[in-house]
């Protein structure tokens, strides 16, 4: 069965140092996926997706994704990172289905 | 372009009462759909998923039911809420099967008293 793991469900950075957040998946096929950014109480924005295409994506504020299917996968990373980066990352597995299937989520917090 | 409303963005309900989430999207058409719900300190789970008019996937069971009477909306529904069903509550859309990014709305904060 496809699924997808997110290895850290919290991750602490101070402001101006690099981000990481993990993510792997396992799937039979070959997946898409996706990282989306969850602010409080809010809905979920697509931070970048991988659909068989390059496997470095850029997105958006920044962020990027290395597909890498040796591994089994899509860890996000920022270069620096900005109080405002402070949120929920969820990492998401589609594929032929119609069906997307969600991470646990990775709470990143942000110090000054 | 494309937009989804979800509504009402807070709610509060009394245990054994019932509950209509609705959720409209513009801007497409024949969308896939479908409700999450998020409980404090976890991931999304997905309740329902819709691929056309009166075709509803449920992904677990539950005291909660999905339906789409139209094209574009997709409600969700209890006859009977109990406090476990207090959560924050996702529709999406996306254009086809899952290798295409779904849309979020808003979200409802359902909390049952």
């Known amino acids: 069965a496809q699924s997808v793991t997110q290895l850290d469900s919290h991750v602490s950075v101070s402001e101006g140092t690099p981000v990481l957040l993990r993510c792997n998946y396992s799937s039979s096929y070959s997946p898409s996926l996706f990282w989306y950014v969850q602010h409080p109480n809010k809905g979920l924005q697509l931070l970048l997706k991988y659909t068989s295409a390059a496997t470095l994506v850029k997105g958006i504020n920044g962020f990027e994704a290395e597909f890498k299917k040796s591994e089994t996968s899509f860890h996000l990373t920022k270069p620096s990172a900005h109080m405002s980066d402070a949120a929920e990352y969820f990492c998401?597995?589609?594929?032929?289905?119609?069906?997307?299937?969600f991470g646990t989520g990775t709470l990143l917090a942000v110090q000054p | 372009s494309q937009t989804i409303h979800q509504w009402p963005a807070t709610l509060v309900q009394p245990v054994g009462s019932p509950l209509s989430l609705e959720c409209t999207v513009e801007g497409t058409s024949n969308p896939n759909l479908y409700w999450y719900r998020q409980a404090a300190g976890r991931g999304l789970q997905l309740l329902f998923y819709s691929v056309g008019i009166g075709q509803i996937s449920s992904e677990v069971p539950q005291n909660l039911s999905a339906s789409r009477p139209q094209d574009r909306q997709f409600i969700l529904s209890s006859k009977k809420l109990l406090l476990s069903d207090s959560g924050f509550y996702l529709c999406?859309?996306?254009?086809?099967?899952?290798?295409?990014?779904?849309?979020f709305g808003q979200g409802t904060r359902l909390t049952v008293v």
């Open positions: 999406a859309w996306a254009r086809g099967y899952g290798d295409t990014e779904a849309f």
């Open positions: 998401v597995y589609g594929g032929a289905t119609n069906k997307l299937i």
